[in-house]
Nanobody
Framework: VQLQASGGGLVQAGGSLRLSCAASGRAWSTYVMGWFRQAPGKEREFVAS????????YYADSVKGRFTISRDIAKNLLYLQMYSLKTEDTAVYYC????????????????WGPGTLVTVSS
């Protein structure tokens, strides 16, 4: 599975942004997918995840109610819609995939894409 995130940029606090992750490879549509982020000087942290059928999603408390994860199997895309952005959301965002949900939630996914930088200004 190959992953490529895009859509990062500079946005003011309170604004919104949508990240995309293009996926390719055999059977990627059956994988659990997720978003992680790493802020400067901090460890990478879990943001959100979704299963293959989109009937299960899970969010970090810090983004619950502000971010929405979704996927479009037909377009081979994973999304992260971010609303009400805060300066503390500034980070490099990564998409990840795994066949095992627990591994993905722990950040031990087999597949990672290059990150995309989100900068939220005050």
């Amino acid at each position: 599975v190959q992953l490529q995130a895009s859509g990062g940029g500079l946005v003011q606090a309170g604004g919104s942004l949508r990240l995309s992750c293009a996926a390719s490879g055999r059977a990627w549509s059956t994988y659990v997918m997720g978003w992680f982020r790493q802020a400067p000087g901090k460890e990478r942290e879990f943001v959100a995840s979704i299963n293959w059928s989109s009937d299960w999603t899970y969010y970090a408390d810090s983004v619950k109610g502000r971010f929405t994860i979704s996927r479009d199997i037909a377009k081979n895309l994973l999304y992260l819609q971010m609303y009400s952005l805060k300066t503390e959301d500034t980070a490099v965002y990564y998409c990840a995939a795994d066949t095992n949900r627990e591994l993905l939630l722990r950040g031990d996914s087999d597949y990672w894409g290059p990150g995309t930088l989100v900068t939220v200004s005050s």
